[in-house]
């Protein structure tokens, strides 16, 4: 590899993982300058005591047990360049910690506009979809897509959480999970957070999974529904599982977006 290659890939490495380098500035900068205000301390006392000493002497009211204090303004004088190095490297590292979080929030910001596009793409293609083939054939096609997700994670790889809800095994196409359930109950939890999120606006994925029975997901409060962008509408597929059993798989018409609390 030629220098010029090395050289861009280490650029493109250092720009990939920059908020993490900065962040790590950031705070190796704030231990470091904790570290010299440690060590320069006793130097200052000892300035302090010194500067007390000669102002004593020079008012003439020194004594072996007393001396006159300093005033604010006049500790300050007396040691502000001993902590110049830590102003500096405090100063650094926020500009460093600040800087890692404008990365974040810049590359957020692009995450998110590229999740709306790509939303906004798959619902147009959804619809031309129903337009050409009707909604049976575009019915048989979720039916299919949700086979696959079963084929491709199969119920005995996994554990099966028990709700006390059914006795029906059911699939999350987002999560993962299998679960016994009842339709009847899911169907019950979307209509009431439907009802919900006429006064809330929105409604997060892990409230929906509170609601059938399951735990939250790492993601659930940074996915949900928004009034303003659609209600929750589920999907049902009746599939056999790959020990033959029937499952019953789960799925969203309107899924779950990632900028689902701005109204």
């Known amino acids: 590899m030629s220098i010029t290659t090395i050289a861009k890939n280490v650029q493109k ?14 705070i190796a900068g704030m231990l470091g300058a904790i570290i010299v205000a440690v060590r ?24 072996e047990s007393e001396y006159e204090k300093l005033t604010p303004i006049e500790t300050v004088k007396t040691t502000w360049k001993l902590y110049v190095p830590v102003a500096v490297t405090s100063a650094v590292s926020i500009a460093c910690l600040i800087g890692a979080s404008s990365v974040n929030h810049r590359r957020n910001s692009v995450l998110a506009t590229a999740y709306m596009l790509s939303e906004t793409a798959l619902k ?22 949700a086979k696959d997700k079963i084929v491709k994670n199969p119920v005995t790889n996994c554990e099966v959480i028990f709700t006390e809800n059914g006795e029906t095994l059911c699939y999350d196409a987002v999560s993962g999970r299998y679960f016994k359930s009842d ?46 962008k659609g209600y929750i509408d589920l999907n049902f597929s009746s599939q056999l599982n790959s020990d033959g059993t029937p499952c019953l798989v789960l799925d969203y018409r309107v899924a779950p977006r990632y900028d689902y609390t701005i109204i």
């Open 13 to 26: 490495s250092i720009g990939k993982h920059s908020p993490e380098i900065l962040t790590g500035i950031g």
């Open 40 to 63: 320069v301390t006793p130097k200052a006392v000892q300035l302090i005591e010194q500067e007390e000493v000669e102002k004593s002497l020079a008012l003439g009211e020194g004594n």
């Open 124 to 145: 147009e293609y959804s619809e031309r979809v129903i337009d050409i083939v009707g909604e049976k054939k575009e019915q048989e096609v979720r039916e299919k897509i």
């Open 183 to 228: 339709i009847e109950k899911i169907r019950k939890a979307e209509n009431d957070l439907n009802k919900r999120m006429l006064d809330d606006s929105y409604i997060s994925l892990n409230d929906f999974y509170y609601e059938i029975g399951l735990s939250d997901i790492k993601i659930g409060y940074d996915l949900g529904w928004n009034i303003y």
